[in-house]
């Protein structure tokens, strides 16, 4: 079993920024792929980052590309997403996500086999 806790969450205006982080427990935090997925009302989880095992490879979804970026301290066994330039459109709840790999880092695969945090609410005022 793996618990993903996560903080950071909160209201910011338009423009600013947000550090998310994701505190893992229970197994080797290395062994896994971790992202960040978002859920904002009335809308379907979506994918918004992916880092790999040791942090050398990452991924976006196109709405953060070049504003969010993801990283991880596995001496700390937490990952996080820093948010700049934050649109109201981001405005979501946003979930830490850990699977055995890239190609299972979606919300099937996840919710099968995989973990997810509780979710920290992240509201950005126009």
């Known amino acids: 079993q793996l618990q993903l806790v996560e903080s950071g969450g909160g209201l910011v205006q338009a423009g600013g920024s947000l550090r998310l982080s994701c505190a893992a427990s229970g197994q080797s935090f290395s062994n896994y792929y971790m992202g960040w997925f978002r859920q904002a009302p009335g809308m379907e989880r979506e994918f918004a980052a992916a880092i790999s095992y040791s942090g050398v490879g990452t991924f976006y979804a196109d709405s953060v590309k070049g504003r969010f970026t993801i990283s991880r301290d596995n001496a700390k066994n937490t990952v996080y997403l820093q948010m700049n330039s934050l649109k109201t459109e981001d405005t979501a709840v946003y979930y830490c996500?850990?699977?055995?790999?890239?190609?299972?880092?979606?919300?099937?695969?996840?919710?099968?086999?995989?973990?997810w945090g509780q979710g920290t609410q992240v509201i950005v005022s126009s």
């Open positions: 996500a850990a699977s055995t790999s890239l190609s299972a880092m979606t919300i099937a695969t996840i919710t099968a086999g995989g973990y």
